[in-house]
């Protein structure tokens, strides 16, 4: 099982920025697949940005450019850093482990960009 500490959400204005993190428990932690997905009400839940073990990354084409996902793998945390925020960046914000065969979700983020 994996616990999670998320952290960073909040209120912000447009083209303001804020940083997302995620602190997961469990060995598998540092093998696995680290991301960040949304869910805006209403819509699917989409991927947003993973990072694999040894560093590829891959992003929702809209958030290309603005947003940027890291990973301590020491420290078992996976960041979202998003920049040049928009009101259509407004969702809660999961953070993800994912690997062969697992798959854990925290507990959500909520992240609001409105002036």
């Known amino acids: 099982q994996v616990q999670f500490v998320e952290s960073g959400g909040g209120l912000v204005q447009p083209g303001g920025s804020l940083r997302l993190s995620c602190a997961a428990s469990?060995?598998?932690?540092?093998?696995?697949?680290m991301g960040w997905y949304r869910q805006a009400p209403e819509k699917q839940r989409e991927m947003v940005a993973i990072?694999?073990?040894?560093?590829?990354?891959n992003y929702l084409n809209s958030v290309k450019g603005r947003f940027i996902i890291s990973r301590d793998n020491a420290k078992n945390t996976v960041f979202l850093q998003m920049s040049s925020l928009k009101p259509e960046d407004t969702a809660v914000y999961y953070c993800?482990?994912?690997?062969?065969?697992?798959?854990?979700w925290g507990q959500g983020t909520q992240v609001t960009v409105s002036s």
């Open positions: 469990g060995s598998i932690v540092s093998l696995s697949v």
């Open positions: 990072i694999t073990s040894g560093g590829t990354t």
């Open positions: 993800n482990i994912a690997g062969n065969p697992y798959n854990y």
